[in-house]
């Protein structure tokens, strides 16, 4: 008796939202097809910077509690104000799903044009973000993909798997240039549950397949100073002569060089991952080999995109009319050599 | 029951003051007997199980476990944890619980590098990095103690709350930057060594040694299990049992204060993303130690074994190249077997 007059106005309520979804999509579909006819007349390459019709732009990114993600949201939040034509809302960062999906429902209410979203963790805000698209919000989706490609208008990534590609390539270069013969080479990996560490490191392993080399010994850190110098530690000891190592980030790279310097070793050659202000003063001082980046700018590129995506414009330097659905930016290598053209880059961590 | 039943009636015994520095006086050999008689009855199966794991581990990294170097590189991890746990062990044996120790210590660190106080430091001396630290810890210490003993804030609540806002804090400080130490002579001294044995591991040695002597041989050890295992009892036996419940925070707040000069020492780093999760190492490290959650028993002998199981664990994985998602199941399975193993055999040696 009680289950069944429970479970009808549940499922009243669930065909009410149903048919609610349903509408909203179909609204929201109207504006959309209706602007794509008329943006053509603004294509026109250069003219995309100049002040179009307002936006507004929600921002909802993890905490900052680390170098590289407060880079990526003040580089958002400053190429948002370059625009006068952008209102920019940034919630509050979150590690905690669950917020972030109340906050995007926020935006969602608040009828913004469009959400550049980095979420905590793509697959937890893949509903969440489908329900903005069905809305007739324009996601754009930063780092960490959704599991689902309805989930957001454009994707931009940097290339996990290419930074470990790039990692792996430069090692075997090193093995080749020094004539190493059977080198021990170590990884110090980020949090490893994490689909980015998995593919950073796939991207590793198969770089060294290239050159018929393996990771000799690897261990996995927080993304944090303290634990980067705790397994920093350990692995020293693990390998009492290491060739190579290549750390995942440069945040952590702290806490790993720390680890270097109180065991007093220094026979390798250090890579590192992201590009931190910090690593690149050390690839100048010759601390360090070279540091693979990982571009911090990728929020503040969404919000372009965003902004193009909500004023019907395309890429100016594309043919294509429409903004591309995926982007993958490059994992450039910074070594001594380049390191001063890529020093504005590093942000301080 | 049958374990709480001797600690009533010792209770006001540990409330006569003058007890306490005559026993202390002539401690030598009842010292070292009591040690080996009561606290390694609970603490063998630690040792035991301390013992497998060195054994596994030289039977599968040989030389490069066994190795002096080594050694020191596990003692100098267990330091940090290690200090803050033996703090740990008197809030929990007083009753209490403190889940905001890696938020203290976060904090402390980043107020303890900010550019003001390096600023300071190399004006005057790095000394007064340390007392920074010690400083911002004993005071977010003593906040915990006032809100759980005077306010009747439930300590899991209060310390929740301090865990909150104290790394909210240490992250406005930092502007969730990581702050470089600059003085050269602070990571020196710290990092460095006083004949072969790095400082650190000194600072928890003797912080351990002391935290031992305070709990086992002085009044105010005494009051702790007293509040801890009875408070009410402890109350109609004179003992101030807010004041107690305080010191308790305050001394912890400090364990952290001191964690966090050492953490800078060993990162070269104050930042907010310190000790992360340290909670949990410093709670289950006295639990597995033999510390009663519940509070009213617990050992320092017990907590330190706790750690070094930690952190030899960890060790021995690292050097066999296991993976972290196999590393953190049998880390699971040893806690339990270990806590088991312990178990067993206490109740063994009381019913002989």
Same mark, same amino acid.
């Given at each position: 008796?009680i289950r069944?007059?429970i479970s009808r106005p549940?499922?009243?309520a669930?065909?009410?939202g &149903?048919? *609610?979804?349903? *509408?909203a999509? /179909?609204?929201?579909?109207?504006?959309e097809a209706?602007?794509t006819?008329?943006?053509?007349s603004q294509?026109?390459?250069?003219?995309?910077d100049?002040?179009?019709d307002?936006?507004?732009?929600?921002?909802s990114?993890p905490?900052a509690?680390h170098g590289?993600?407060g880079?990526i949201?003040s580089?958002?939040?400053?190429?948002a104000k370059?625009f006068?034509d952008?209102?920019?809302?940034?919630a509050?960062g979150?590690?905690d799903?669950?917020?972030?999906?109340?906050?995007?429902?926020t935006f969602?209410n608040?009828?913004?044009?469009?959400i550049v979203l980095?979420p905590?963790d793509?697959? *937890?805000?893949t509903?969440v973000a489908t329900?903005a698209?069905?809305a007739?919000?324009?996601?754009v989706? &930063?780092?960490?993909?959704f599991?689902?490609?309805?989930?957001?208008?454009?994707t931009?990534?940097g290339d996990?798997y290419?930074?470990g590609?790039?990692?792996?390539t430069?090692a075997c270069?090193?093995?080749k240039?020094?004539?190493?013969?059977n080198?021990?080479?170590?990884e110090i990996a980020?949090i490893d549950?994490l689909?980015l560490t998995?593919?950073r490191?796939?991207?590793?392993?198969?770089?060294?397949?290239g /050159?018929n080399?393996t990771v000799?010994?690897?261990?996995?850190?927080?993304f944090?100073?303290?634990?980067g110098?705790?397994v920093?530690?350990?692995l020293?000891?693990?390998?009492p002569?290491i060739?190579?190592?290549?750390n995942h980030?440069?945040d952590?790279?702290?806490?790993?060089?720390a680890?270097?310097?109180?065991?007093?070793?220094?026979?390798?050659?250090?890579?590192?991952g992201?590009?931190s202000a910090?690593?690149?003063?050390?690839?100048k001082?010759?601390?360090m080999?070279a540091?693979?980046?990982?571009?911090?700018?990728?929020a503040?590129?969404g919000?372009?995109?965003?902004?193009?995506?909500a004023q019907d414009k395309?890429m100016?330097?594309?043919?294509?009319?429409?903004?591309?659905?995926?982007i &993958?930016l490059?994992a450039p290598v910074?070594?001594?050599d380049n390191?001063?053209e890529y020093?504005?880059l590093g942000?301080e961590? | 029951?049958?374990?709480?039943?001797?600690?009533t009636?010792?209770?006001?015994a540990?409330?006569?003051?003058m007890?306490?520095?005559?026993?202390?006086a002539?401690s =030598?050999p009842?010292?070292? %007997?009591?040690f080996?008689?009561?606290?390694?009855?609970?603490n063998?199966?630690?040792?035991?199980?301390l013992?497998i794991?060195?054994v596994?581990?030289?039977?599968?990294?040989?030389?490069? $476990?066994? %190795?002096f170097?080594?050694?020191l590189?596990?003692?100098?991890?267990a330091?940090v944890?290690g200090?803050v746990?033996?703090?740990?062990? $008197?809030?929990?044996c007083g009753?209490g619980?403190?889940?905001?120790?890696? @938020?203290i210590v976060?904090?402390?660190?980043v107020?303890a590098?900010?550019?003001?106080t390096?600023t300071m430091?190399?004006?005057?001396?790095?000394?007064?990095? +340390?007392?920074?630290a010690?400083l911002?810890g004993?005071?977010?210490?003593?906040v915990?103690?006032l809100?759980v003993?005077?306010? !009747?804030?439930a300590?899991f609540?209060?310390?929740?709350?301090?865990?909150?806002s104290?790394r909210g804090?240490?992250?406005l400080i930092a502007?969730?930057?990581t702050q470089?130490?600059r003085d050269? %002579?602070?990571i020196?001294f710290?990092g =460095?060594? +006083?004949?072969?044995i790095?400082?650190?591991?000194i600072i928890f040695?003797?912080?351990?040694?002391?935290?031992?002597?305070?709990?086992?041989?002085?009044?105010?050890?005494?009051?702790?299990?007293?509040?801890?295992g009875n408070p009410?009892a402890?109350?109609l036996?004179?003992?101030k049992?807010e004041?107690?419940?305080a010191?308790?925070?305050?001394l912890?707040g400090l364990?952290?204060?001191? @964690?966090?000069?050492?953490?800078?020492?060993?990162?070269t780093t104050?930042t907010s993303?310190h000790?992360q999760?340290?909670e949990?190492?410093?709670?289950? @490290?006295a639990?597995?130690g033999?510390t009663?959650?519940?509070g009213?028993r617990g050992?320092i002998?017990g907590?330190?074994l706790?750690?070094?199981?930690?952190t030899?664990?960890t060790?021995?994985f690292?050097?066999?190249?296991?993976?972290?998602?196999t590393q953190?199941?049998? !880390?699971?399975?040893?806690i339990v077997?270990?806590v088991?193993?312990q178990?067993?055999?206490?109740a063994r040696?009381?019913?002989?």
């Amino acid at each position: 008796m009680i289950r069944r007059t429970i479970s009808r106005p549940v499922r009243a309520a669930a065909a009410l939202g &149903v048919v *609610a979804l349903v *509408a909203a999509g /179909c609204t929201s579909n109207t504006p959309e097809a209706a602007d794509t006819t008329s943006s053509d007349s603004q294509r026109a390459g250069s003219s995309n910077d100049d002040p179009g019709d307002k936006v507004t732009i929600g921002f909802s990114g993890p905490a900052a509690d680390h170098g590289w993600l407060g880079a990526i949201n003040s580089a958002a939040q400053a190429e948002a104000k370059k625009f006068s034509d952008v209102e920019f809302k940034a919630a509050e960062g979150t590690n905690d799903a669950s917020q972030q999906i109340a906050q995007v429902e926020t935006f969602i209410n608040d009828k913004v044009d469009a959400i550049v979203l980095l979420p905590t963790d793509g697959a *937890a805000l893949t509903e969440v973000a489908t329900k903005a698209m069905n809305a007739g919000i324009i996601v754009v989706n &930063v780092d960490r993909e959704f599991s689902t490609p309805f989930a957001a208008r454009t994707t931009i990534l940097g290339d996990n798997y290419g930074m470990g590609v790039s990692a792996g390539t430069y090692a075997c270069k090193l093995v080749k240039d020094k004539n190493l013969t059977n080198p021990v080479i170590a990884e110090i990996a980020g949090i490893d549950a994490l689909p980015l560490t998995q593919d950073r490191s796939k991207g590793f392993a198969d770089a060294l397949k290239g /050159c018929n080399q393996t990771v000799d010994n690897r261990v996995a850190a927080e993304f944090t100073v303290e634990s980067g110098e705790k397994v920093a530690s350990n692995l020293l000891q693990a390998a009492p002569k290491i060739d190579i190592i290549w750390n995942h980030d440069d945040d952590q790279g702290v806490g790993v060089m720390a680890a270097f310097d109180n065991a007093k070793r220094n026979e390798f050659a250090f890579i590192g991952g992201a590009g931190s202000a910090n690593a690149m003063r050390w690839i100048k001082e010759g601390k360090m080999e070279a540091t693979v980046l990982y571009p911090p700018t990728q929020a503040a590129d969404g919000v372009r995109l965003a902004r193009l995506l909500a004023q019907d414009k395309s890429m100016s330097d594309l043919v294509q009319v429409a903004v591309p659905r995926r982007i &993958v930016l490059d994992a450039p290598v910074v070594t001594k050599d380049n390191v001063e053209e890529y020093l504005p880059l590093g942000f301080e961590s | 029951m049958s374990v709480e039943t001797p600690r009533t009636s010792e209770e006001p015994a540990g409330t006569q003051e003058m007890a306490a520095p005559a026993a202390t006086a002539g401690s =030598g050999p009842s010292a070292l %007997s009591r040690f080996l008689g009561g606290s390694a009855t609970r603490n063998l199966g630690l040792v035991i199980a301390l013992v497998i794991l060195c054994v596994v581990g030289l039977a599968t990294a040989g030389e490069r $476990f066994g %190795s002096f170097d080594n050694a020191l590189t596990i003692l100098r991890l267990a330091a940090v944890v290690g200090v803050v746990s033996v703090g740990m062990t $008197f809030v929990i044996c007083g009753g209490g619980i403190d889940l905001s120790v890696g @938020a203290i210590v976060a904090l402390s660190s980043v107020w303890a590098t900010t550019l003001a106080t390096q600023t300071m430091a190399e004006d005057i001396h790095w000394i007064v990095m +340390v007392l920074t630290a010690l400083l911002v810890g004993g005071a977010c210490g003593l906040v915990n103690g006032l809100l759980v003993a005077y306010g !009747k804030v439930a300590p899991f609540i209060a310390t929740l709350a301090m865990l909150a806002s104290a790394r909210g804090l240490a992250e406005l400080i930092a502007q969730r930057r990581t702050q470089i130490v600059r003085d050269r %002579s602070f990571i020196d001294f710290f990092g =460095g060594s +006083v004949i072969g044995i790095p400082v650190l591991v000194i600072i928890f040695a003797i912080v351990a040694a002391l935290g031992w002597v305070l709990l086992n041989r002085t009044t105010f050890g005494r009051r702790t299990l007293a509040i801890g295992g009875n408070p009410e009892a402890a109350r109609l036996a004179g003992i101030k049992v807010e004041r107690q419940t305080a010191y308790l925070y305050v001394l912890l707040g400090l364990a952290c204060g001191l @964690a966090a000069v050492m953490l800078m020492a060993r990162t070269t780093t104050g930042t907010s993303t310190h000790g992360q999760l340290l909670e949990l190492d410093t709670i289950a @490290a006295a639990v597995i130690g033999g510390t009663l959650l519940s509070g009213g028993r617990g050992t320092i002998v017990g907590t330190v074994l706790g750690v070094l199981i930690f952190t030899t664990l960890t060790n021995v994985f690292t050097l066999n190249n296991v993976d972290t998602s196999t590393q953190n199941v049998a !880390k699971g399975v040893i806690i339990v077997a270990a806590v088991l193993l312990q178990q067993r055999l206490a109740a063994r040696r009381r019913s002989t």
